[in-house]
């Protein structure tokens, strides 16, 4: 056969997968019910079963490279587009880093503020991936029609459930927009601190408002238990399932769960860890690159063993998210989702590897992020009103790094004399996962697609397994 | 009947999206007037067929009477994306400053391909340095990201990063009833209500290293103007709209912080930088004292306003 190549106009959307070799090849193209952009290609052998699978991540928007040249306390406000469900992580995170670069010392309220603020917003993160995203698949069925294999499908499902999934939600996103201005895409967290005190009448109107979470937050886990968790079979609950190691933030005192700050723990799939300094993340983490995806897939540098995503014999391959951090965590400071995590961790040991168990896990996390949100507002030196200490624009670096709904989220900048930002390097909660997800898809599609039949509930069950990283 | 609607997110952040789900009960109140027939964020209608079979030259997606598209245009995806949408549906709506000026993603036209693959790929602390992704899989990167009117023809916009949802509340109804949606269309100073004394005492801006002065236990309107006190403020080259249709105060001034322009130009074909060195230079402000140019224009760089040759001047 003559190797031609034609460009075609506009460009072709084939993507062909293994062009050239005749082999079919299936696409799940967009991937749904996901924040990102990405398709999958399974290509079948000529018996019909599994020969490869990719997950390509078809989005560069150059984050990195165009905030070079912008002055730094913009940068906050910036780079919080990576994401729109996510902003305050990369808001926060940005602004962390910024202060490293300034040398910037934050007032203890203005700390307590912007803890606050990244844990709120990890509530409302946490309902609308569960309820929006990914209960369609157990609510109405992993192969229901697509046209109602949806949320508005739960609406019409669980109508009340619905209504006050969305009612929550939302008051969730008002309660911080009432305080901080902006909750998509949001301004308030400024290089030294914060931008304006919590008065204490904000305070008390929190404090009413977040045991309200506190008590929705009860009632999600117990319906989820017993209405998700319970009905789960064997085989879904292996759906994806892969071992790695895993990578979170722990409290350096005691070895809890922290959201906002602390060390970075590397566990291997064995459980043994390592603690070390977000400061020193290159150390122990490296970026592997493909052919086939914009995404680059970070991995264990630190392990020694290199890259690989055999689902055998896997190398430098650690996961991130909910999981992750509830594995990597000695405990939870918080009592409701301490005792969650110890009913979790009876049944499914640490680390627990199975894929599906994400989703319960995000739902041990809400009940924290809500206890949480209490005790910080129940401290009341968070109306202190001295919330930010003034910045001077200099020469410097620093690396920001919190724990994003999706993973442990890294910022890394220099900045000239001027204070304008000369070199950037970020890594994203999703990105840690993209490795275990090219790995999730091919354990997934091997299990659901025998002998060339291909039903929409097995290319769904495949989807499923990327859902549980909500990437 | 319900009206057809169909939804894409193109360079996005998802930002548009949940302002649309921050609608919140407004949202389930309009729900059985719309059908939604194709929106990836929400629901598993595929491209080439739900079996993953179907042509792949042929990207399909139902006919539709709304099209809602977020994102600016930046792969050669995102234009057969935004193609398809064109043909499927009878009026397309530009969602949130990415789609109608290119959005911040749009920095990226100060910066050379090469430079951006190299800084990516090659020279990143953690990276392990490999050749530009190239596989047929992955869709080529356009030459620079544009709006969605560079491309297609564009029937309603509706600006803002994102756009506050009583905007998008109101473009739906609007189209539900049939009419145009009435629009805030002035600037972002007009709907502030901060003390402004006038002209005169300013001499140049200060950046934003220590916060405003102003009593946090007061109302907004007795906060003295942000511009005013020295800072950056974008308000007056900026599209109203943050504010709400209900009488609330500029989202980022509620936060006791400076306008970033998020909502792009007051006038659609207008050029933020431009007019904003227009506006300082008519209060004999002095230009210098700005930190950097190109951050005016990070809402609106699209339609060749940032460009490689003309890269921030400061």
Redesign the interface.
């Known amino acids: 056969m003559a190797q031609t190549q034609t460009i ?1 106009t ?8 293994g ?1 050239g070799n005749g082999k079919r090849v ?5 991937i ?4 990102g ?1 990405a ?1 999958i ?2 290509q079948l052998d000529e018996a019909g079963n599994v020969a490869d699978t ?1 997950l ?1 991540v ?14 730094a ?2 940068v906050p ?2 780079v919080n ?5 996510c ?1 305050w992580m990369h808001h926060t995170a940005s602004n962390k880093a910024v202060d490293g670069c300034f040398g910037a010392e934050v007032p203890p309220a203005g700390k307590k503020l912007r803890e606050l603020m990244l844990v709120m917003a990890q509530i409302n993160d946490k309902i ?1 991936h569960f309820f ?2 990914a209960a369609p698949d157990f609510v109405l069925g992993a192969g229901a029609d ?2 109602v ?4 499908g739960v ?1 019409q499902a669980a109508p009340e459930l ?2 006050q999934v ?2 929550m ?3 969730g ?1 008002m309660m911080i ?1 009432k305080f ?9 967290v ?3 601190g914060f ?3 919590m ?1 204490e009448a904000e305070r008390q109107e929190l404090l009413e408002k977040s045991r309200e979470q506190l008590e929705f937050a009860k009632f999600c886990i117990k319906w989820a238990k017993e209405n998700v968790f319970a009905n789960l079979d064997d085989a879904t609950i292996r759906l994806g399932e892969v071992t790695t190691g895993f990578l979170g933030t722990v409290d350096p005192r005691d070895g809890s769960l922290n959201f906002f700050e602390g060390m970075l723990r590397l566990m291997k799939p064995d459980g043994s860890y390592k603690d070390f300094s977000h400061v020193d ?2 150390d122990y ?10 995404s ?1 897939m ?1 991995y264990a ?1 630190a392990w020694g063993e290199g ?1 690989s995503m055999d689902l055998g014999a896997p190398k430098g391959i650690y996961r991130v998210n909910t999981l992750a951090r509830l594995n990597v965590c000695d405990k939870i400071s918080t009592p409701l989702a301490q005792a969650e995590l110890e009913e979790f961790r009876n049944r499914f040991g640490r680390p627990a590897q199975s894929t599906m168990l994400y989703h319960w896990a995000r739902l041990i996390e809400l009940v924290y992020a809500c206890e949480k949100v209490l005790e910080l507002l129940s401290d009341p030196e968070i109306t202190d ?1 001295l ?2 200490n ?4 200099k020469a410097g670096r620093g690396v920001g790094c919190v724990e994003a709904p999706r993973g442990t989220l890294i910022h ?1 900048y220099s900045t000239d004399d ?3 930002i000369t070199r950037a ?1 970020i ?1 994203v909660g999703t990105t840690h996962n993209v490795a275990p997800m090219n790995m999730s898809i091919r354990q997934a599609a091997d299990s659901v697609i025998k002998n060339g039949e ?3 509930e097995a ?2 069950k495949v ?1 499923m397994a990327v859902r549980c990283y909500d990437p | 009947m319900p009206v057809k609607v169909a939804s894409e ?1 193109l ?9 649309i ?5 407004t ?2 109140a309009v ?1 059985p007037q719309l059908e ?1 027939v194709h929106i ?9 067929g ?5 042509d ?2 042929h ?1 399909e997606i139902p006919k539709a009477v709304v099209g809602l598209i977020s994102g600016s245009i ?4 995102h ?2 994306v935004a ?1 398809a949408m064109r043909e499927s549906c009878d009026l397309i709506v530009a969602l949130g400053t990415c789609a109608t000026h290119g ?3 749009s ?2 036209n ?2 050379e391909y090469g ?2 693959m190299e ?3 090659r020279t ?5 340095p ?2 530009n ?9 356009l030459d620079r990201t544009y709006a969605l009117d560079e491309k297609i023809k564009v029937d309603i916009r509706l600006q803002g ?2 756009p506050h949802p009583d905007l998008i509340g109101e473009a739906i109804v609007a189209l539900l009833e049939g009419r145009e949606p009435k629009l805030p269309m002035r600037s972002v100073c007009d709907s502030c209500p901060t003390i402004r004394e006038g002209k005169g005492k300013l001499k140049k801006l200060q ?6 002065h102003y009593d ?2 007061k109302p907004i309107s007795e906060m003295h103007c942000l511009l005013e006190q020295g800072f950056q403020c974008l308000g007056p080259v900026t599209r109203m709209g ?1 504010a709400g249709l209900n009488g609330e105060a500029p ?7 400076p306008c ?1 322009g ?1 909502y792009g130009p007051v006038k659609t074909e207008g050029n933020q930088l431009l007019d904003y060195l227009n506006a300082l230079a008519s209060n004999r402000i002095d230009i210098n004292s700005l ?2 140019r ?2 005016l224009l ?1 809402f609106s760089g699209a339609h060749g306003r940032l460009q490689r040759n003309k ?2 001047g400061r």
């Open positions: 075609e506009p460009a072709d959307t084939a993507f062909a997968h062009a299936i696409n799940i193209q967009p749904t019910r996901i924040e952009h398709r290609a399974i990719r390509n078809v989005a560069l928007r150059g984050f990195e490279k165009f905030i070079e040249g912008r002055p306390e913009e406000r910036i587009r990576i994401c729109g469900i902003p609308l929006f995203l697509y046209a294999r949806n949320v508005l609406v619905a209504a969305v009612k939600r939302q008051a996103q927009e901080a201005g902006k909750v998509i895409h949001p301004v308030v400024v290089p030294g931008a304006k005190p008065t993340y290159a983490l490296g970026e592997h690159v493909e052919d086939w995806s914009y680059k970070p540098r890259f009103p919330v930010r003034p910045v001077e624009p890394d001027n204070g304008l390097n890594i291909v039903s929409e290319l769904n989807e | 997110w360079n996005s952040c998802s930002g548009c999206e949940v302002a789900l921050n609608l919140g009960e949202l389930l729900l939604f990836p964020v929400l629901m598993d209608h595929k491209y080439f739900q079996k993953g079979d179907g792949l030259h990207l930046r792969t050669q995806e234009l057969e193609q959005g911040i993603p920095l990226i100060l910066y430079d951006l800084r990516y790929y990143s602390e953690t990276t392990d490999h050749p992704p190239g596989d047929q899989a992955l869709p080529p990167i990063c994102p950046r934003f290293t220590h916060n405003a946090p236990a943050c989202q980022c001034i509620r936060a006791r912080v970033q998020c930190a950097d190109a951050t990070e890269a921030a």
